[in-house]
């Protein structure tokens, strides 16, 4: 027998030891769902299109509720409003636990705000909620640095005169300065290096964390992780980030005025000096830049990438660019920056916004939760820690709530008189006790930026509207938009 051979059979052996050794005890009475094989799971029944298709499938048979077998573990899949809306709000607290997501594991491993369960998750999600109020709402306000990041755009846009750019890196930019200037304390010029090499590095991690190997990943990370792959390149690229983080953290600890916290880092060393005889505190350098890297990674790559998906789908629908501009020059005029109080007289914009955020779907699955504790669930016991996706997707494109769900259409927003009317199924931020932390500010951003462009520029694109594809680059743990030219044409 050749070496080759022999290594491949000691390769099959391990693999099979390592998932025999994963395979979860059946307990609880979990949804029906396909029969999975021995250590495989439900393979078989995964589309190259990637879970989203294939859990679309599988729901066809066996419900709103099921479960698949993601390798060897059980994941139960919440699909449609009802399902998400009664577990994530009606029992909020037993689906208030944190999954995993493989590929970014050896990073978070259960440490800051977004990734951490239990009293660790509770302290520091009530200290990040708290602290990030203060700083947007303190000497400066979160609408003034909204404001002052939309000016430079502007600018940058303006210096273009009209030539095709491709804007990825700038709304990126701009996204990124709002979580900097009140996790750092600073905003960074568009060219700053260090800046941008951050910027590269969220975004690739965001297309490989989304592509289709780190799905495979996801059913059997226990025996790929010891394999070269796209893994390996999340875990080095966010270890660049964190990195950064850590240089960032001493300079602050090297330049801490207590009577005068400038930002999120400030306060959180004051907090873990306060608790440092505390044996039980969460309060770590630990999960202080974890945190850190979670809120500037969510709090960059959601917005900028709606802010993407928003302006192509302005250049493929230009009637919704034109209306939205007439309801701009009659509300804000051209002479002055659009202002939070303004949203209230702009309906449409508003719906426009709300119809952006719903077709773009930008984490179609959710955000991995799991239950807290045996819970009874539509009849079915899941046992204590027993993962759950809320497929978001399914409820953003429900068809008991929106009249064409697969179809951009803002008037799935507005009532017969033309104002704002709210929709239970819209949840781009998930729902309930785990809610996007920065709901608010991004909601603050996209409304803001939005509005600021359109009032200073008209759109166009070297491609005709009907020939411009709206199909994902990337469509797994969340939607990457195709990358587009476009023209911004001062009005």
Known sequence: MGPSVLLLLALLVGFVLLLVRGYPKARGHLPPGPRPLPLL?????????????????????????FTVHLGPRP?????????????????????????????????????GVVFANGERWKALRRFSLVTMRDFGMGKRSVEERIQEEARCLVEEFRKSQGAPLDPTFLFQCITANIICSIVFGERFDYKDRQ??????????SFSLISSFSSQVF???????????????QISRNL????????????????????????????????????????????????????SVLSLFFAGTETSSTTLRYGFLLMLKYPHVAEKVQKEIDQVIGSHRLPTLEDRTKMPYTDAVIYEIQRFSDLIPIGVPHKVTKDTFFRGYLLPKNTEVYPILS???????????????????????????KKNEAFMPFSLGKRICLGEGIARNELFLFFTTILQNFSLSSPMAPKDIDLSPKES????????????????
């Open 41 to 65: 799971g439900n393979l078989l029944q995964m589309d190259r299109g990637g879970f989203l298709n294939s859990f679309r499938r599988i729901r066809e048979k066996y419900g709103d509720v």
């Open 75 to 111: 994941v139960v899949m919440l699909y449609g409003t009802e399902a998400i809306r009664e577990a994530l709000v009606d029992q909020a607290e037993a689906f208030s636990g944190r999954g995993t997501i493989a590929v970014v594991e050896p990073i978070f491993r259960g440490y």
């Open 195 to 204: 800046f941008l090499r951050l910027l590269y590095l969220f975004y690739q």
């Open 218 to 232: 996801e059913l059997f990370s226990g025996f790929l992780k010891y394999f070269p792959g796209t893994h390996r």
């Open 239 to 290: 270890q660049e980030i964190l990195d950064y983080i850590g240089q960032s953290v001493e300079k602050h600890r090297a330049t801490l005025d207590p009577s005068n916290p400038r930002d999120f880092i400030d306060t959180y060393l004051l907090r873990m000096e306060k608790e440092k005889s505390n044996q039980h505190t969460e309060f770590d350098h630990q999960n202080l830049v974890i």
């Open 394 to 420: 399914s409820a953003l494109h429900d068809p008991q709530y929106f009249e064409q769900p697969d179809t951009f259409n803002p008037d799935h927003f507005l009532d017969a008189n033309g104002a704002l």
């Open 476 to 491: 797994g743990f969340g939607k990457v938009p195709p990358t587009c030219q476009i023209c911004f044409l001062a009005r």
